[in-house]
């Protein structure tokens, strides 16, 4: 399977918070798969972890109604949570209306990208050195170097004599001390004077 499909598969549950399941007659939507509960997926609840190999082989393609007419009912009242959720789906009044999935970032019926990434996105802590190292101002082969120093990636040789054997690790400027991130950018006499 390619990198990308993998990769867009891993997405399914943030994709899922930007839907809404609206259930009418609960033939088209599954009731393992489908986040009808609690925008959540209820074979990936931790109440559900011991008997996870049952479910998959008896009743993982069973829509709502299944449930309803009594599939799988042995397995779900094994557990208290399926016990309530059993409980629920009988309260729930059906009708004749298709189910349906929908989008729920929409603005005046169109898709909103925006909205998508920025639930879809891997959301890091903002560093304070970024606006330092990301500034219009710097020359892009700087901010790499910028980028590799303030991220403790900087091939220097305080980090190259860990994976191979040199001869020489000091700082071959002023030859005093050994050459690390902290002696280049700061402790270095000549640096600071230059």
Not at 1 to 28: C, H
Not at 43 to 72: A, N, P, T, V
Not at 171 to 194: M, N, Q, R, W, Y
């Amino acid at each position: 399977m390619a990198w990308s499909l993998k990769k867009i598969l891993r997405t399914r549950v943030e994709t899922y918070q930007m839907m809404k399941f609206r259930i009418e007659n609960e033939n088209e939507i599954l009731f393992w798969h489908d986040p009808w509960l609690e925008n959540n997926l209820i074979i990936l609840r931790e109440e559900f972890q011991s008997i996870r190999i049952r479910i998959k082989r008896k009743c993982l393609l069973y829509s709502i109604r299944d449930i309803q007419k009594g599939k799988c009912s042995s397995i779900l009242r094994s557990i208290l949570e399926g016990v309530r959720i059993l409980n629920l789906i009988n309260n729930i009044q059906f009708n004749r209306n298709i189910d349906t999935k929908s989008w729920d970032i929409v603005i005046n019926g169109k898709f909103v990208a925006e909205k998508a990434w920025e639930i879809i996105r891997i959301k890091e802590v903002v560093v304070d050195w970024h606006k330092v190292v990301w500034s219009s101002k710097v020359i892009p082969r700087n901010q790499f170097i910028l980028w590799l120093t303030f991220r403790k990636r900087l091939a220097i040789r305080d980090e190259i004599k860990k994976y191979m054997n040199i001869p020489y690790v000091n700082f071959p400027i002023c030859t005093v001390k050994e050459e690390s991130i902290d002696h280049l950018f700061g402790e270095c006499a000549f640096v600071s004077k230059l």
